[in-house]
Nanobody, 122 residues
Framework: QVQLVESGGGLVQAGGSLRLSCAVSGSIFSLYDMGWYRQAPGKQRELVASVSNVYTTTYSDGVKGRFTISRDNAKNTVLLQMESLQPEDTAVYYC????????????????WGQGSQVTVSS
C-alpha cells in the first residue's frame, strides 16, 4: 500500500519562499503521476501542480511562474518549490500519488499525504 509523508510547511511572510516535500513508500514510485493540491478554509480542494510519470508538468494559472514541481525517482520524492508567496496561497497542501492503471476504478482518487499547513502573512 502506497504511503505518502509530507514535510516542509510553515509560516512565511508575503514574498517569501517555502519548499514542500513528499516521500513515497510502499509501491513503485515511478508508476505514479504525482500532484500537489491545496485546500483553503471554506474552499474546495484544487490542483496546484502535477508531474506525470514521464515528467510532464502542469500548473494552475494562479501559481505559474512562482511554483515549481519536481520529482526524483531515485529518492521516491516529489517537491514543490514555492516562490513569491502571497496570502492567497494560504492553505493546507496535500501530496497525491495517482496510478493511471486504476483510472476508472470506482472511488479511486489515488493516495494522499497527511497535509501540510502553509500560512502566508501580509
Amino acid at each position: 500500500q502506497v504511503q505518502l509523508v509530507e514535510s516542509g510547511g510553515g509560516l512565511v511572510q508575503a514574498g517569501g519562499s517555502l519548499r514542500l516535500s513528499c516521500a513515497v513508500s510502499g509501491s513503485i514510485f515511478s508508476l505514479y503521476d504525482m500532484g500537489w493540491y491545496r485546500q483553503a478554509p471554506g474552499k474546495q480542494r484544487e490542483l496546484v501542480a502535477s508531474v506525470s510519470n514521464v515528467y510532464t508538468t502542469t500548473y494552475s494559472d494562479g501559481v505559474k511562474g512562482r511554483f515549481t514541481i519536481s520529482r526524483d525517482n531515485a529518492k521516491n520524492t516529489v517537491l514543490l518549490q514555492m516562490e513569491s508567496l502571497q496570502p492567497e496561497d494560504t492553505a493546507v497542501y496535500y501530496c497525491n500519488a495517482y496510478n493511471e492503471n486504476y483510472r476508472g476504478t470506482p472511488g479511486y482518487t489515488g493516495a494522499w499525504g497527511q497535509g501540510s499547513q502553509v500560512t502566508v502573512s501580509s
